[in-house]
């Protein structure tokens, strides 16, 4: 017996998207965003990153595509505690070898851009819920990828903390990186400019925010 976490699933997405995929739990929103972000490849059909099929790709060449253009932004935050806001945001560096002092400069230009600079020497475990996300935003940002990927960031936030990280994102998508969100929540999906819902797998539309309030 086979499950089809994605089923005819057919779209196409342009650099500088704002982007939300809503759905379900369970409609297939997380397993359409790992092969978005080159965590899983599809078992039949095709998926073109800048003309390249990366179902085709190695592993090898998987995780350059992740390392170059990727950012994630998880539900949980996925901070290490016993790291510093600082060393968390600037584990991505340290694992493409950027040295020391680059990765300073970098990891401070990116906090000070998100409000949290004055945070970079405490533990995840003595800050909010909304600065951790912001660490995770940051996390995201300091190897300057392309395109953002982010699974339920509101998630476990409370609802002004919520909006204050689309804003953000918000932010994030005007200096001309591509977002994709994940949601459930019809309220969220409506910050961003484009809505993919899916159900059982399948896309059961694909519409423009204007679109969708116009109707």
Partial sequence: YKVHALDSV???ISEGEFVSVMG????GKTTLLNILGFLDVPSSGEFL???QDVSKLSQKELWRFRRDYIGFVFQHFALINHCTVMENAALPLEATGVKRKERSHRVCDVLDMLGILDLKDKYPGRISGGQRQRVA???ALVCNPKIILADEPTGALDQNTGSELLDILAEVNKMGKTIVLVTHDEKIAQRTK???TIDTGRVVSDERVEQRKES
């Fill in 10 to 12: 057919s779209f196409s």
């Fill in 24 to 27: 379900r739990s369970g409609s």
């Fill in 49 to 51: 990153f800048l003309d």
């Fill in 137 to 139: 935003i940051a996390r």
């Fill in 194 to 196: 484009r809505i993919i």
